[in-house]
């Protein structure tokens, strides 16, 4: 069973930037396909970021792109999400998700393995 830990939450005023990361505990597999979903009090969780096994290919969802980067860390089975101008709509616990698969799928990710979330909450 692989086991995903996010950290780098935390509350910050519109505009500012966070940077959450993700480890798996893990390592004697190889995590693939790794991403980032988020879910605000009242609405579905949805796909934030997602980055391949080998890091060449990330998908954003429209609403962060050009203010989100995912990126796979040097040490195995890591990710992090660097997010800037940061606005009041990016508030909710965000969610690591991973899969042992490289190719990426918003669907494909939501049946895989999730850590247990971290808390974002911007003010304006």
């Known amino acids: 069973q692989v086991e995903l830990v996010e950290s780098g939450g935390g509350s910050v005023q519109a505009g500012g930037s966070l940077r959450l990361s993700c480890a798996a505990s893990e390592y004697a597999y190889r995590i693939g396909c790794m991403g980032w979903f988020r879910q605000a009090p009242g609405k579905e969780r949805e796909g934030v970021a997602a980055?391949?096994?080998?890091?060449?290919?990330?998908t954003y969802a429209d609403s962060v792109k050009g203010r989100f980067t995912i990126s796979r860390g040097n040490v195995k089975n890591t990710m992090t999400l660097q997010m800037n101008s940061l606005k009041p709509e990016d508030t909710a616990v965000y969610y690591c998700?991973?899969?042992?698969?490289?190719?990426?799928?918003?669907?494909?990710?939501?049946?895989?393995?999730w850590g247990q979330g971290t808390q974002v909450t911007v003010s304006s």
């Open positions: 980055i391949t096994g080998s890091g060449g290919t990330t």
């Open positions: 998700a991973g899969r042992l698969v490289s190719h990426c799928t918003w669907a494909g990710l939501r049946n895989s393995y």
